[in-house]
């Protein structure tokens, strides 16, 4: 979770969870991450609340968690498909947001050329069923592997697609809400957001109308692999060896 290339990842998993049709209602009928005014504020609740959830102590966590599940259990939302009133914290759209998310930082992650063996992948999915239940999910409700990680998309699929009142993350990129400071980077944006929208499967890039070819795949791993190579020349940047993680686990044990 230190590589700074989960930077995409991050955008990624958006992007994945923006394809649960309920999920994304919940988000436009409740969120002001689309307000001008209101966006960067929420943004940075919700890095702090995922910092939290990875580096703080278990009371900051619980603190956060508690926090976050009473405002998903006050909030509702309505489904027009359906005509139901439905609330935010139901469970199927939680696990598809936790899997958009695990599935997303450990995607990016692998095709960047971090190094994690078979089993280390599957320890780091059987980890993140605690932040399932920091949002109020059970452990035995979400993936514990790889294997059954995508097992689980895949039966989602036939029930995913993007919802015609919300507007396209991509066109959104384009004119980005950011404080007067960031407002530099605001011209890579738009070039981060595609780069996030190829690391999806074609059959996710699809849904949201755009071309999907084995080109773009490679195109996608390259470019990962690139970042992740000059990120890794920055100074003070900092890097964690399969022999270092082994070693906090041995210190840890």
């Known amino acids: 979770m230190g590589e700074p290339i989960l930077l995409v990842g991050g955008i990624r998993a958006l992007l994945m969870q923006g394809l649960h049709p309920r999920a994304m209602r919940g988000v436009l009928q409740n969120s002001a991450l689309l307000d001008p005014n209101e966006a ?43 005509g139901e009133t439905y609330r935010l914290d139901e469970p199927d759209a939680l696990r598809w947001v936790h899997v958009g998310e695990v599935d997303s930082y450990l995607s990016v992650a692998r095709r960047a050329g971090v190094r994690l063996s078979d089993d280390e992948a599957d320890a780091f999915v059987a980890e993140w069923r605690r932040a399932a239940e920091v949002v109020g999910l059970k452990a035995d409700e979400v993936p514990g592997s790889v294997a059954e990680l ?68 490679l195109w996608a791993t390259a470019t990962l692999r690139t970042l992740q190579t000059g990120l890794g020349l920055v100074p003070g940047q900092v890097r964690y060896s399969p022999a270092a993680r082994r070693a906090q686990r041995i210190m840890t044990a």
């Open 150 to 217: 995508h097992d689980y998309i895949e039966a989602q699929r036939p029930g995913l697609r993007f919802v015609p009142e919300a507007s396209h993350p991509l066109r959104l990129s384009l004119n980005a809400p950011l404080p007067l400071l960031l407002t530099p980077l605001k011209p890579a944006l738009p070039a981060l957001t595609f780069l996030s929208f190829e690391t999806l499967p074609r059959w996710a890039r699809r849904l949201y109308g755009l071309p999907a070819t084995p080109f773009g795949d």
């Open 40 to 82: 960067w504020s929420r943004f940075v609740r919700t890095s702090e609340f995922v910092r939290v959830r990875t580096y703080g102590s278990t009371e900051e966590v619980e603190r956060a968690g508690r926090r976050v599940r009473k405002i998903h259990a006050t909030l509702t939302a309505h489904d027009p498909d359906t």
